[in-house]
């Protein structure tokens, strides 16, 4: 999976971030289960599913203030 640029972050609006974080977290959560039954080639995957959500989260806060 692609990480997302901030650029393309910041030109959403509030319920389009809410979608995607949404999105992101069921997408972290598949990624948890399928490593557990170790079926991940990408472990990197996590990792850039987080930063993408905290990238996300900023700038949902950043919008709120």
């Known amino acids: ?11 959403k609006t509030q319920a ?4 995607l ?3 992101r977290r069921e997408t972290l959560r598949s990624f948890r289960f399928s ?3 170790a079926k991940t080639k990408n472990v990197k995957e996590g ?5 993408d959500i ?3 989260m900023t ?3 950043a ?3």
């Open 35 to 37: 490593t557990a039954g």
């Open 21 to 23: 974080v949404a999105d």
């Open 16 to 19: 389009d971030l809410a979608k």
């Open 59 to 61: 700038a949902m806060n």
């Open 54 to 56: 905290a990238r996300i």
């Open 1 to 11: 999976m692609k990480a997302i640029k901030m650029k393309d972050i910041t030109n």
């Open 47 to 51: 990792r850039s599913v987080r930063k």
């Open 63 to 65: 919008k709120k203030a």
